[in-house]
């Protein structure tokens, strides 16, 4: 069965203070890994799509990395706006169906 | 703006009342997907269509069913509502990839559904 954990939970960050957040998965065959970004009472936000491992992709204070078990996105001097609950999805099935972690809660405090 | 639009926006109802939810799409995109969100389980996937009148079950389908009689519309219908359904309810589309694009999922703004 196909699973994705997220860690941590929650996290706090001052202004500036860079830091990763962690998407591990378990899947028959990767055939995209997702990362969307969701604010409250918002529908998800798509921000990178990566296919393989290597891969990196990179938005404005954000850097999405892969490997064969996990993802990284890195948070490079985060700023208050960046605060947002962080969803990491993999696709399984034909009809790109989406398998999602349960999120990270990040705060970045001023 | 991904051209998405979820009625309504907002529900309250009674425990064994039908409840159906609609998802609109301006796009003709091929896929469509229903999730719920719910604290602690993150989003996920009760049903999806890959074309008009082609839908099947995701992950957390029981209780629920869809049509999609027209490709712009996709609908959600919760044949006896219970309490365990009070959720937030989001629709998703999955546009067609150009060359060189990236598939994704683009979201709807979602439906709060409260069964008392």
């Known amino acids: 069965e196909d699973q994705v954990t997220q860690s941590p939970e929650a996290l706090r960050l001052q202004e500036g203070e860079s830091s990763s957040l962690n998407c591990s998965y378990t899947?028959?065959?990767?055939?995209?890994l997702f990362w969307y970004r969701q604010d409250p009472g918002k529908g998800p936000e798509f921000l990178f799509t990566?296919?393989?491992a290597g891969e990196e992709k990179e938005k404005e204070r954000l850097k999405a990395t892969l490997t064969k078990k996990e993802s990284f996105l890195h948070i490079t001097a985060p700023k208050p706006e960046d605060s947002a609950t962080y969803l990491c999805?993999?696709?399984?099935?034909?009809?790109?169906?989406?398998?999602f972690g349960s999120g990270t809660q990040l705060t970045v405090l001023p | 703006d991904a051209g998405i639009t979820q009625s309504p926006r907002h529900k309250v109802t009674e425990t064994g009342t039908p409840v159906t939810l609609r998802c609109h799409q301006t796009?003709?995109?091929?896929?469509m997907y229903w999730y719920r969100q719910d604290p602690g389980h993150g989003l996920r996937l009760i049903h999806y269509?890959?074309?008009?009148?082609?839908?099947d079950k995701g992950e957390v389908s029981d209780g629920y069913s869809v049509s999609r009689s027209k490709t712009e519309d996709f609908l959600l219908t919760l044949e006896s509502a219970t309490s365990s359904q009070t959720s937030v309810y989001f629709c998703?589309?999955?546009?067609?990839?150009?060359?060189?694009?990236?598939?994704?999922?683009?979201f709807g703004p979602g439906t709060r559904l409260l069964v008392l």
């Open positions: 269509s890959y074309g008009v009148k082609d839908t």
């Open positions: 990566l296919y393989s």
């Open positions: 796009e003709n995109h091929r896929y």
């Open positions: 998703a589309i999955s546009p067609r990839i150009s060359g060189g694009g990236q598939e994704t999922q683009y």
């Open positions: 899947v028959s065959g990767l055939r995209g």
């Open positions: 999805a993999v696709r399984t099935g034909s009809a790109r169906q989406l398998t």
